[in-house]
T-cell receptor, first 111, second 114 residues
Framework: GDSVTQMEGPVTLSEEAFLTINCTYT??????LFWYVQYPGEGLQLLLK?????DKGSNKGFEATYRKETTSFHLEKGSVQVSDSAVYFC??????????FGTGTRLKVLA | SAVISQKPSRDICQRGTSLTIQCQVD?????MFWYRQQPGQSLTLIAT?????????ESGFVIDKFPISRPNLTFSTLTVSNMSPEDSSIYLC???????????FGQGTRLTVV
């Protein structure tokens, strides 16, 4: 069945460091891909998305490119801030509504 | 976008009791979804609730344990019945505008069963 595999955390970085969180997926067909972020005590918020191969989603300095050949959607940011500390979830939507989430990666950014 | 209000935000309950979680959306939506997020784990879809019909449950979830109501296009409830400590989780309500454009989530209900 469809699945999402996400790098395990926690990831601890210093402020202004480069961030990569790996995400790979297995799906039949052509899923849409998403990164959601969950700040402490809050619900999930969409960070960025891509709906077809080679699309690049971007928001708040974060980027991810839909790579069909490697079935990947890695999240990157050139310079992280303390305020980026959160849990990041990679997800895919393969049917009309069904979302499948990765296990989440906790990011902690130190000042 | 969609604004989703979920109540209660957290609760501590005795085992054997039931808790009903409410989800209110600021606009009409066809489908509403309930997820469970167990401690340190990802989100798992419990069921899909359409207005005017029975909810559709995912494998491993049953109506007797998680009854759902969907009385109109902006509101749904999830009840966690006969709770045990294993039900301690965050429960999240979600809607989708359709065409896999984006899923919106409520802030979640953090349930602790003692």
């Amino acid at each position: 069945g469809d699945s999402v595999t996400q790098m395990e955390g926690p990831v601890t970085l210093s402020e202004e460091a480069f961030l990569t969180i790996n995400c790979t997926y297995t799906a039949t067909g052509y899923p849409s891909l998403f990164w959601y972020v969950q700040y402490p005590g809050e619900g999930l918020q969409l960070l960025l998305k891509a709906t077809k191969a080679d699309d690049k989603g971007s928001n708040k300095g974060f980027e991810a490119t839909y790579r069909k050949e490697t079935t990947s959607f890695h999240l990157e940011k050139g310079s992280v801030q303390v305020s980026d500390s959160a849990v990041y979830f990679c997800a895919l939507a393969a049917g009309t509504y069904k979302y499948i989430f990765g296990t989440g990666t906790r990011l902690k950014v130190l000042a | 976008s969609a604004v989703i209000s979920q109540k209660p935000s957290r609760d501590i309950c005795q085992r054997g009791t039931s808790l009903t979680i409410q989800c209110q959306v600021d606009s009409q939506v066809t489908m509403m979804f309930w997820y469970r997020q167990q401690p340190g784990q990802s989100l798992t879809l419990i069921a899909t609730a359409n207005q005017g019909s029975e909810a559709t449950y995912e494998s491993g979830f049953v109506i007797d344990k998680f009854p759902i109501s969907r009385p109109n296009l902006t509101f749904s409830t999830l009840t966690v019945s006969n709770m045990s400590p294993e039900d301690s989780s965050i429960y999240l309500c979600s809607v989708d505008r359709g065409q896999r454009s984006e899923a919106f989530f409520g802030q979640g209900t953090r349930l602790t069963v003692v």
